[in-house]
Protein backbone atom coordinates (compact mmCIF):
# COMPACT_ATOMS: atom_id res chain seq x y z
CA UNK A 1 0.00 0.00 0.00
CA UNK A 2 1.57 3.63 -0.85
CA UNK A 3 1.91 5.54 2.11
CA UNK A 4 -1.48 7.72 2.64
CA UNK A 5 0.63 11.31 2.52
CA UNK A 6 1.34 10.54 -1.18
CA UNK A 7 -2.34 9.70 -2.28
CA UNK A 8 -4.63 10.95 0.51
CA UNK A 9 -5.93 14.36 -1.23
CA UNK A 10 -8.22 16.11 1.67
CA UNK A 11 -11.08 17.90 -0.77
CA UNK A 12 -10.38 21.27 1.36
CA UNK A 13 -7.21 21.49 -1.01
CA UNK A 14 -7.58 19.71 -3.89
CA UNK A 15 -8.10 21.95 -7.48
CA UNK A 16 -6.73 20.15 -10.79
CA UNK A 17 -4.80 22.26 -12.90
CA UNK A 18 -6.69 23.89 -15.42
CA UNK A 19 -9.80 24.75 -13.82
CA UNK A 20 -12.43 25.73 -16.13
CA UNK A 21 -14.24 28.59 -15.50
CA UNK A 22 -18.14 29.33 -16.48
CA UNK A 23 -17.98 26.02 -18.53
CA UNK A 24 -15.66 27.49 -21.11
CA UNK A 25 -14.31 24.05 -22.65
CA UNK A 26 -10.86 24.15 -23.61
CA UNK A 27 -10.34 22.41 -27.01
CA UNK A 28 -12.53 19.02 -26.86
CA UNK A 29 -11.64 18.65 -23.40
CA UNK A 30 -14.09 19.55 -20.36
CA UNK A 31 -14.39 18.75 -17.22
CA UNK A 32 -16.59 14.96 -16.28
CA UNK A 33 -17.06 13.22 -13.02
CA UNK A 34 -18.30 9.72 -13.44
CA UNK A 35 -19.62 8.40 -10.63
CA UNK A 36 -18.54 4.15 -10.79
CA UNK A 37 -20.90 1.36 -10.81
CA UNK A 38 -19.70 0.15 -7.35
CA UNK A 39 -19.78 3.26 -5.78
CA UNK A 40 -22.11 3.08 -2.27
CA UNK A 41 -22.83 7.30 -2.42
CA UNK A 42 -24.05 9.86 -5.19
CA UNK A 43 -21.56 12.90 -6.07
CA UNK A 44 -22.77 16.06 -6.05
CA UNK A 45 -21.51 17.91 -9.58
CA UNK A 46 -21.97 21.46 -10.85
CA UNK A 47 -21.59 23.79 -14.08
CA UNK A 48 -20.36 27.28 -14.07
CA UNK A 49 -17.68 27.94 -11.44
CA UNK A 50 -17.74 30.96 -9.86
CA UNK A 51 -14.57 32.36 -7.60
CA UNK A 52 -16.68 34.85 -6.07
CA UNK A 53 -19.23 31.88 -4.75
CA UNK A 54 -16.49 29.63 -4.26
CA UNK A 55 -19.12 26.87 -5.65
CA UNK A 56 -20.58 26.50 -9.05
CA UNK A 57 -23.54 28.70 -9.37
CA UNK A 58 -25.44 26.50 -12.91
CA UNK A 59 -26.81 23.34 -12.97
CA UNK A 60 -26.34 21.10 -10.40
CA UNK A 61 -26.83 17.42 -10.25
CA UNK A 62 -27.06 14.41 -7.71
CA UNK A 63 -25.34 11.61 -9.49
CA UNK A 64 -25.80 8.18 -8.41
CA UNK A 65 -23.72 5.25 -8.78
CA UNK A 66 -23.36 4.30 -12.43
CA UNK A 67 -23.83 8.07 -13.64
CA UNK A 68 -21.59 10.89 -15.17
CA UNK A 69 -21.54 14.54 -14.94
CA UNK A 70 -21.80 14.52 -19.20
CA UNK A 71 -25.97 12.77 -18.58
CA UNK A 72 -26.98 16.17 -17.57
CA UNK A 73 -24.00 19.18 -18.23
CA UNK A 74 -21.55 19.84 -21.14
CA UNK A 75 -18.83 20.65 -18.42
CA UNK A 76 -18.86 20.09 -14.84
CA UNK A 77 -16.45 22.75 -12.72
CA UNK A 78 -16.83 21.20 -9.46
CA UNK A 79 -18.44 18.55 -7.19
CA UNK A 80 -19.02 17.90 -3.36
CA UNK A 81 -18.57 14.41 -1.46
CA UNK A 82 -20.55 14.80 1.81
CA UNK A 83 -18.74 14.47 5.23
CA UNK A 84 -18.16 10.75 5.76
CA UNK A 85 -18.23 9.83 2.29
CA UNK A 86 -14.80 8.76 0.53
CA UNK A 87 -13.69 8.22 -2.87
CA UNK A 88 -10.82 7.24 -5.03
CA UNK A 89 -9.66 7.27 -8.52
CA UNK A 90 -6.64 6.33 -10.85
CA UNK A 91 -4.97 9.50 -11.48
CA UNK A 92 -3.01 8.62 -14.37
CA UNK A 93 -5.19 8.80 -17.53
CA UNK A 94 -7.47 6.35 -15.88
CA UNK A 95 -4.89 3.48 -15.83
CA UNK A 96 -4.85 1.59 -12.84
CA UNK A 97 -1.08 2.48 -12.06
CA UNK A 98 -2.04 4.19 -8.81
CA UNK A 99 -4.96 5.78 -6.78
CA UNK A 100 -5.83 8.63 -5.76
CA UNK A 101 -7.76 9.54 -2.67
CA UNK A 102 -10.32 12.05 -1.33
CA UNK A 103 -12.14 12.78 1.66
CA UNK A 104 -15.53 14.50 1.74
CA UNK A 105 -15.77 17.72 3.26
CA UNK A 106 -19.16 18.81 2.45
CA UNK A 107 -17.84 21.65 0.77
CA UNK A 108 -17.63 22.70 -3.16
CA UNK A 109 -14.14 21.59 -5.13
CA UNK A 110 -13.13 23.35 -8.74
CA UNK A 111 -12.24 20.86 -11.32
CA UNK A 112 -10.63 21.83 -14.22
CA UNK A 113 -11.31 20.49 -18.13
CA UNK A 114 -8.45 17.28 -17.48
CA UNK A 115 -10.19 16.22 -14.69
CA UNK A 116 -12.17 13.26 -16.42
CA UNK A 117 -12.20 10.37 -13.51
CA UNK A 118 -14.24 7.74 -12.35
CA UNK A 119 -14.70 8.24 -8.55
CA UNK A 120 -15.58 5.29 -6.50
CA UNK A 121 -17.29 6.58 -3.29
CA UNK A 122 -17.11 4.27 -0.27
CA UNK A 123 -17.84 5.48 3.82
CA UNK A 124 -14.59 6.43 5.70
Do not use: E
Not at 38 to 60: D, K
Not at 88 to 96: K, L, P, Q, V
Request: hydrophobic residues 40%; contains cysteine.
Amino acid sequence: MISGALVVAALAGLQVPGAAQASDCRWIFCGTVKNASTSQFSILVGANWSTSAGRPTGVTSTLRPGQSSRDSMKDADGYLLARGVCAWFYGAGGTTQARNYLKGDGGWHKIGDDFAFTLNTYKC
